[in-house]
């Protein structure tokens, strides 16, 4: 298949999918099952979507699925959107959610961090074939997102509608992590430049935390301030920190989605942070992380013959 | 008029003459994009480009300024032995800067933020310092992005008022105005070349081409003369915040946004008082030493930025809305946030109060 | 290199490796005196946030040390705690900074001897890899040139 006629089949599958989005959405919402309905809508710019929480039979007409929907409507799950659902009502809010594979996986994660109940969402599994990325698309080349080539779960973990066929996963076998390796392969000051330079633009609007389902600490460790873990600044040593801390805040969790680099204003390939321990948890301890509502996630559990060979 | 023309191969010459009294800063490519940086010797800036993504604010209000250091003194520790802690407070070195690239509405910009650190009240000496040192040789803007409202916004892809000499892409030459005191001096240093009055024509053509490409602003016209809490009020807030994620990417990228967050970084017996930039998107910014936060959600922190930008700054220093229209915001949010469908919104919501009030 | 004297911050678990300390100590058994002992109830307390604020604030290394595995007062506290430091020293080690400066145990409360032996290890190591370059942060000192 060329990549033109790949693309037109795809935007066809994608169509079809709005319309189902749509339809799933509209009854929902009429027969009561839930309060409002979290999905995208278009955007002003034309390679933007924009989250909205459709409550009314004509929201659901402007709930869109394309190439731009990269952002996880996992983040938007707050108890302050739970809570708003359910007012006025007697039993708990329940909210839908337009879910591609992985976001499904985070919301996996949320579930059994007791974010909130299996039972108030009404998930809207979508097979996805991957978004556009942003960065690219503004030098004008239409490429797939990193981390979509890379994506073992296209289609939803768990779901409740499917807004289309199953499309097939990718190939287990293929090599996942050969950017970890190329990195790997560095010599350490050579690692250690490569990561200043990657985060040399960042200005800390913590746009990567935000838009990451896996970010919601009530007071985040920037925030705090008796300790003050981090500095404030953009000096590179604060920089670095925050970069640090928040993958490994998200090792064993990070689902590969890739909000965190199309929500960055400055293009930052943060993934690199996490794609490394998203490598060493499926290396050592066997987890991929959302993949399964009945495994915990990696750091929250252990085996008895986890590596120690670090430890004296 | 007093026009003046410069060619492309002629411009490092000309910076480099200048730069024997002026530091100089611009454009340059920086990772994925540009921005504002000062240059070094020899460093010419990239007067190609199109847009910076982060605002050339940081030139004269930097996102971490030290303010003063601190530090103990040396003490014998026997009792009665304790000297006064030792301050110092910040020196500035005072060569004029000469920002060469500068947009025009960023320009406008910088002027915005005077209102704010240089008011009856309060002078700021760090900002005004910069601010009274800087020469800026604007770009016009012949091809706004799309995304470019600022004509629409009180400034414009070609607006003289807030720049020193204004120069336009003219294919093999830039050609321009000088309009003040201090942009003749400049050119002067630079050496450029009187322009012709056909460079007069010249520029006044690719004015009209690119005035006429730009973007026109959603009507703001009835948020002026509506009542502030109808406004807040309004019930559009929530469902128009709801993509927002609240991170700090509209407000850094701003070349309007003015807040800051003060901090000590201590180490080991000395410290610095820093000045940093702040963003109102986040929960810690108007977070109370009580744990009370008047802005506690989400869209309550998205509606306090655009009512500051478009009815209380206007009402406050009556300049006009606190916004220039350059898009950063537009193309940067994450959450495909718009401001132009923001004001038209809450133009609507005056409309509809208005309405209800006239007979 | 022998003029060099790392300063390491050594977080030790309450129930096995401060006892060990102690002891240690009270034994008189020899070890240089380099490091700065944080008492913590356990060794799966560490964050990420700790280890990385220690070194930002002048630590040339940074030793946990906690219960053997099976012997944790809270019954898996360091088994959490083995998975989270494996994590952290390779990602650590994979942004250049050099994993040897993390430095892990497990010592019983009863092991004074291994307590002093390890120490010495960990300053040895830590000694041998001279002063921190790395995730410290220096005070502004000027003002910042701008942008």
């Known amino acids: 298949m060329t990549t033109a006629t790949k693309e037109r089949a795809e935007n066809a599958l994608q169509e079809k999918i709005q319309e189902k989005i749509r339809g799933i959405a509209a009854t929902l919402l009429e027969n009561g099952t839930v309060d409002a309905v979290i999905g995208y809508s278009r955007g002003s710019l034309s390679h933007m979507t924009r989250a909205i929480m459709a409550k009314t039979r004509e929201d659901a007409q402007k709930l869109v699925f394309n190439s731009h929907c990269r952002m996880n409507l996992a983040a938007y799950l707050t108890p302050e959107l739970m809570e708003k659902a359910c007012a006025g009502k007697d039993r708990a809010g329940k909210v839908a959610v337009v879910a591609k594979g992985c976001d499904s996986r985070n919301m996996v994660i949320q579930i059994q961090e007791n974010r909130y109940a299996r039972d108030q969402v009404h998930i809207i599994g979508v097979p996805c074939t991957g978004m556009l990325d942003k960065a690219a698309l503004a030098r004008g080349v239409e490429q797939e997102q990193a981390n979509c080539a890379t994506c073992i779960r296209r289609n939803p973990v768990i779901h409740d509608d499917l807004a289309g066929d199953p499309v097939p996963e990718t190939d287990p076998d293929k090599d996942r992590f050969a950017d970890v390796a190329k990195i790997e392969a560095m010599a350490p000051p050579e690692k250690a430049a490569f990561f200043d330079d990657l985060v040399s633009g960042c200005t800390r609007c913590y746009a990567c935390r935000n838009a990451c389902p896996l970010c919601y600490c009530p007071t985040c460790f920037v925030d705090e301030a008796r300790p003050q873990w981090v500095g404030k600044t953009v000096d590179p040593t604060d920089v670095m920190t925050y970069h640090l801390v928040r993958a490994f805040h998200d090792a064993g969790r990070c689902t590969d989605c890739g909000a965190c680099e199309a929500a960055c204003p400055m293009d930052i390939p943060m993934r690199h942070f996490t794609r490394k321990t998203i490598r060493d948890t499926v290396t050592a301890f066997g987890c991929e992380a959302g993949t399964d509502p009945d495994k915990r996630p990696a750091l929250d559990r252990f085996e008895l013959k986890d590596p120690e060979g670090f430890i004296r | ?359 | ?147």
């Open chain 2, 1 to 359: 008029m007093n026009m003046i023309r410069v060619t492309k191969q002629a411009v490092a010459t000309a910076l480099a003459k200048a730069s024997k009294s002026y530091a100089i800063a611009g454009p340059v490519k920086a990772g994925a994009g540009h921005e504002f940086r000062c240059l070094g010797q020899g460093q010419v800036p990239d007067l190609e480009y199109t847009h910076t993504r982060l605002s050339p604010k940081s030139l004269l209000f930097p996102q971490a300024e030290p303010m003063f250091h601190f530090k103990l003194p040396e003490t014998t520790g026997e009792p009665g032995d304790t000297p006064p802690a030792f301050l110092e407070a910040e020196s500035f070195k005072e060569a004029p800067l000469a920002v060469v690239g500068l947009r025009p509405w960023d320009a406008r910009a910088l002027d915005l933020l005077k209102l704010n650190f240089d008011s009856p009240d309060y002078t700021d000496p760090f900002f005004i310092k910069r601010y009274n040192a800087m020469v800026r040789v604007g770009l016009a803007d012949i091809h706004p992005d799309p995304e470019n409202f600022s004509l629409a916004a009180g400034s414009g892809p070609f607006d003289e008022a807030s720049v020193d000499i204004l120069l336009a892409d003219a294919g093999d030459a830039f050609i321009g105005k000088v309009i003040t005191g201090k942009g003749r001096d400049f050119a002067g240093a630079a050496g450029f070349e009187p322009g012709s009055p056909d460079d007069a024509k010249a520029f006044a053509a690719l004015k009209a081409a690119a005035e006429k490409e730009a973007d026109i602003l959603p009507a703001c016209d009835r948020i002026n003369d509506a009542d502030t809490l109808d406004l807040y009020h309004a019930d559009f807030w929530e469902a128009a915040a709801f993509s927002c994620i609240n991170c700090g990417a509209c407000t850094f990228a701003c070349p309007t946004c003015w807040c800051f967050d003060i901090q000590d970084e201590v180490n080991q017996g000395k410290g610095v008082r820093l000045r940093l930039w702040d963003s109102c998107m986040t929960d810690l910014y108007s977070a109370h030493a009580s744990g009370h936060n008047p802005r506690e959600k989400g869209f309550q922190r998205f509606r306090n930025r655009f009512m500051h930008k478009l009815k209380y700054f206007p009402d406050k220093y009556g300049a006009g809305i606190m916004c220039v229209g350059c898009g950063r915001c537009i193309t940067q949010c994450p959450g495909g946030i718009d401001i132009r469908e923001v004001m038209a919104a809450m133009n609507a919501a005056a409309a509809t109060v208005q309405q209800e009030v006239s007979p």
């Open chain 3, 1 to 147: 290199m022998s003029e060099f004297q790392p300063k390491i911050v050594t977080f030790l678990c309450n129930w096995c490796s401060y006892g060990a300390a102690d002891l240690a100590g009270v034994s008189r058994f020899q070890y240089p005196p380099n490091m700065r002992i944080i008492r913590i109830p356990c060794s799966g307390r560490v964050s990420a946030k700790m280890i990385l604020h220690a070194i930002r604030s002048g630590a040339d290394g940074v030793w946990i040390s906690g219960c053997h595995p099976g012997d944790c007062h809270y019954i898996e506290g360091n088994y959490y705690a083995r998975r989270k430091f494996y994590l952290l020293r390779e990602l650590l080690a994979h942004t250049g900074l050099e994993p040897d400066r993390l430095q892990f145990s497990w010592i019983s409360s009863a092991e004074g001897v291994k307590f002093a032996q390890v120490a010495q290890e960990v300053i040895q190591t830590i000694t041998a890899l001279g002063p921190a370059q790395r995730l410290i942060k220096q005070m502004p000192d000027a003002v910042a040139e701008v942008a």
